[in-house]
Nanobody, 125 residues
């Protein structure tokens, strides 16, 4: 499956952005989708994930209540709505995918086989 992330940009603290990830190549609803981010000099970290149907979602504690992951399986799209953005949210955001991922592994980079190219999100104070 090929992934293409978009929607990043520069926003002031407290603002909002919506990232999109377009998938192609396989039956989209068969794939768990995740969002990760990587700030300069830091390891890539889990942000949010969704089961194939969208019925189960998972969030990092740092974004819970501010970010929402959703998906439109008819359009092969997954979204990350980011509200109340903080300067510490600044990073390159990546979408990732793989077939069934058990819940204990949903936060691991290694659980995902397919990755998009990343989109930069910069939050100014």
């Amino acid at each position: 499956v090929q992934l293409q992330a978009s929607g990043g940009g520069l926003v002031q603290a407290g603002g909002s952005l919506r990232l999109s990830c377009a998938a192609s190549g396989r039956t989209f609803s068969n794939y768990y989708m995740g969002w990760f981010r990587q700030a300069p000099g830091k390891a890539r970290e889990f942000v949010a994930a969704s089961s194939g149907s969208g019925g189960s979602t998972y969030y990092a504690d740092s974004v819970k209540g501010r970010f929402t992951i959703s998906r439109d399986n008819s359009k092969n799209l997954v979204y990350l709505q980011m509200n109340s953005l903080k300067p510490e949210d600044t990073a390159v955001y990546y979408c990732a995918a793989d077939q069934y991922i058990p819940a204990p592994r949903i936060r691991y980079v290694s659980a995902y086989s397919y990755w998009g190219q990343g989109t930069q999100v910069t939050v100014s104070s």
